[in-house]
């Protein structure tokens, strides 16, 4: 038998994003509620610029991030009143795998 635990978020348990930068490691987390995407174009400490581009016409990913994290708001507005909405919506994610003791 095979036991899976299930791991919930409520959109309202979503506060921030964090980034890791991929050349230095340095940590930053950018607060939902108050997105400004200036904070990620690129690493705090070492420069490195952040975002993928396939073309320079393209929106770069700043862009893709505040594009999420404007759904993930009108989700949480629209879903706010189980009632209203006719259903709870939660994101599930992945359990983490962790080795037997
Ligand atoms: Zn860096």
Redesign the pocket.
Known sequence: MTKRNRISIDLSDLIGLNFE?S????SVTVPIASLDVRMIEQ??????GWGAQIHKALSPTPNHVRSVVDGLQALKQATSDKNAAGFTLTLEVAPSVTAPD
């Open positions: 930068c050349k230095c490691g340095t690493c705090p400490n070492c420069k490195q």
